[in-house]
């Protein structure tokens, strides 16, 4: 099974900024849509955002639009999650997956099933 490595977690406080990376392991990222979730203790995981593998369309949970921000660098192999304004909610651990499905190119999605490799979390607490 093909691994993602997820970086960038820690503690901050409220209005702070965050930038986590997703790295693949062994293989590249190049066609793959990239999504990245987040659990909270006692919830189930959710989507928080995702990249279509074209780079050109992007998706965002209601809950994070117009704080945090997905990019894709091809070159570096790498995926990111911009993080700004952090507020305690945002308190999980943030998975990123990786993903090639029908219309993979342009519909970011939060199907999980659709996703077939996955990191292992990183911790994001958000603090005072």
């Known amino acids: 099974q093909l691994q993602l490595v997820e970086s960038g977690g820690g503690l901050v406080q409220p209005g702070g900024s965050l930038r986590l990376s997703c790295a693949p392991s062994g293989f590249t990222l190049s066609g793959y849509a990239v999504g990245w979730f987040r659990q909270a203790p006692g919830k189930e995981r959710e989507g928080v955002s995702c990249?279509?593998?074209?780079?050109?369309?992007?998706k965002y949970a209601d809950s994070v639009k117009g704080r945090f921000t997905i990019s894709r660098d091809n070159a570096k192999n790498t995926v990111y999650l911009q993080m700004n304004s952090l507020k305690p909610e945002d308190t999980a651990i943030y998975y990123c997956?990786?993903?090639?499905?029908?219309?993979?190119?342009?519909?970011?999605?939060?199907?999980?099933?659709?996703?077939?490799?996955w990191g292992q979390g990183t911790q994001v607490t958000v603090s005072s």
């Open positions: 990249i279509s593998s074209s780079g050109g369309s992007t």
């Open positions: 997956a990786a993903g090639i499905y029908h219309g993979s190119s342009y519909y970011p999605t939060f199907d999980q099933l659709l996703f077939s490799s």
